[in-house]
């Protein structure tokens, strides 16, 4: 039989920035492979060109580099790829709403980009919330739904919270809940209850130091930080789960190792680093993070969490969400609703804020370009939502940014988000604020995942 050979003339090789090495990338099916710099020229001479196998005289080497070039996607043999694009099941629909509770706060951290100048501080009322979230939901009582409770600090109200858990049981089967919180306030009542409702605790916290969390506490107050951690283990003791949500800001990046040991040696398993949304108190702040250094955290990181999980059962496995969806994607993993785009705002995720004004996402409230309405009055029903920003959010694609449009890893980058786009930069048509880190920190991983260093079956998300 005849064999003849071709690589896609739309790849490109391009450096791994640092380790003498190259990647071949196809931006339409976003397969890849790391190749070395002496293997280029050979590379090359098949990209866009079909040659047949009688004309090669390959030495075992080559032979083997076809293998795992045909093996990655990347090498078409007989025209044939070995890539088959994955039909993405559509999952069982769940639809997430975000209830801001309370626009108060017990603390005033400096890169909030909630209710930054609000001066009355109301909470969100649970008297109609079966009627509200029914009309967000439909009448399905089997609807898969979460419910997040936002805020400002959503414990300020906790009385609110426990009746609108107790409301929303009544009428739906399929409804779960998390609390995000600054983790100040938490007592033994709190601790019950989310225990025996099975809530997940996502607490915000910078890191396990005093110069961590110096924009959540200010200079000078110990006693926050001493209380989240005691809470922390409170809540590790009865064995609810949390998640540790972060902020990378210039005076926290060069621990997040460190805290990652420090909060794991804890009992904390799952892990969120945000770069932080330029709106609200965030707005005129430059991060200041080195990107190169914090690519070699994000290095380091992912190597921990793969040694960590190597020794562990699955249902102890430790994740950090940043790393675990760039690992999905270059394994060809079906992406979460905020990695793909368009994104899921104001289609299976509405946020509703402290006075029932309904937005597409969190990252919108406040923001009235993007309400949708107000959840109590007038008939509001989702089939009829009309807002030229939405309209946007839904054409929003990988093509329709011109930049990312270009961009060699646009299918393999999950990083999409229209929010921190356009808070960023007034437009929602822009790359990600961690476009450059992306552009650094994927060839590296894809490097440690060839190399067998790392493996996708020990990155999870919580
Ligand atoms: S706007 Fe951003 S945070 Fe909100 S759903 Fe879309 S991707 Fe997620
Ligand atoms: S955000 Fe940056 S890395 Fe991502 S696709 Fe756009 S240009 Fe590429």
Not at 333 to 351: D, I, R
Request: proline share 2%.
């Amino acid at each position: 039989m005849e064999y003849f050979f071709k690589i896609a003339k739309t790849c490109s090789i391009r450096e791994i920035v640092d380790y003498n090495l190259f990647y071949i990338v196809n931006p339409v099916n976003g397969c890849w492979s790391v190749i070395s710099a002496e293997d280029i020229d050979f590379v090359s001479m098949f990209v866009g060109k079909t040659i047949h196998f009688r004309d090669l005289h390959l030495s075992k080497s080559h032979l083997s580099l076809l293998k795992t070039l045909f093996h990655q996607g990347i090498l078409e043999i007989n025209n044939k790829s070995y890539y088959t694009e994955q039909v993405i099941r559509e999952a069982e629909r769940v639809i997430t709403i975000i209830i801001n509770t309370t626009n108060g706060c017990n603390i005033h951290c400096k890169y909030c980009y909630a209710y930054s100048n609000e001066k009355t501080y109301v909470k969100f009322s649970p008297a109609s919330i079966i009627a509200d979230i029914t009309k967000l939901v439909g009448n399905n009582e089997n609807q898969k739904i979460s419910i997040v409770f936002h805020g400002g600090e959503p414990l300020l109200c906790w009385d609110n919270i426990v009746e609108m858990i107790i409301k929303l049981n009544s009428r739906f089967k399929n409804i779960s809940y998390s609390i995000q919180t600054n983790g100040i306030l938490i007592t033994k009542q709190i601790v019950n209850f989310v225990k025996s409702n099975k809530i997940k605790i996502g607490i915000s916290l910078d890191g396990f130091n005093k110069q961590a969390n110096i924009n959540r506490f200010g200079k000078d107050n110990n006693n926050f930080l001493k209380r989240v951690l005691d809470n922390i283990d409170v809540l590790m003791h009865n064995n609810i789960l949390i998640g540790l949500l972060s902020v990378i800001t210039k005076e926290n990046y060069r621990d997040l190792f460190d805290s990652v040991i420090f909060f794991v040696d804890k009992g904390v398993k799952h892990f969120g680093f945000n770069f932080f949304l330029s709106k609200g108190r965030g707005a005129d702040k430059n991060t200041e993070v080195l990107v190169n250094e914090l690519v070699d955290i994000y290095i380091k990181l992912a190597c921990y969490i793969n040694d960590y999980n190597a020794h562990h059962v699955l249902e102890d496995y430790i994740s950090e969400r940043t790393i675990s969806v760039l690992i999905y994607s270059l394994s060809h993993k079906p992406l979460g609703a905020c990695f793909s785009t368009p994104c899921s705002a104001g289609k299976n995720l509405f946020a509703i804020d402290v006075n029932g004004d309904i937005y597409p996402c969190d990252e919108f409230v406040g923001d009235v370009s993007f309400r949708f309405g107000n959840i109590r009055i007038g008939d509001f029903s989702t089939e009829n939502i009309k807002n030229d920003n939405f309209t946007k959010l839904s054409h929003r694609n990988n093509n329709s940014i011109e930049k990312c449009k270009l961009c060699q890893i646009n299918r393999l980058c999950p990083f999409k988000c229209p929010s921190d786009s356009y808070y960023r930069t007034g437009d929602l048509f822009q790359p990600h604020s961690m476009c450059e880190f992306t552009k650094l920190i994927l060839p590296k991983y894809m490097y440690l995942l060839q190399q067998n260093i790392i493996s996708s079956r020990y990155f999870i998300f919580n």
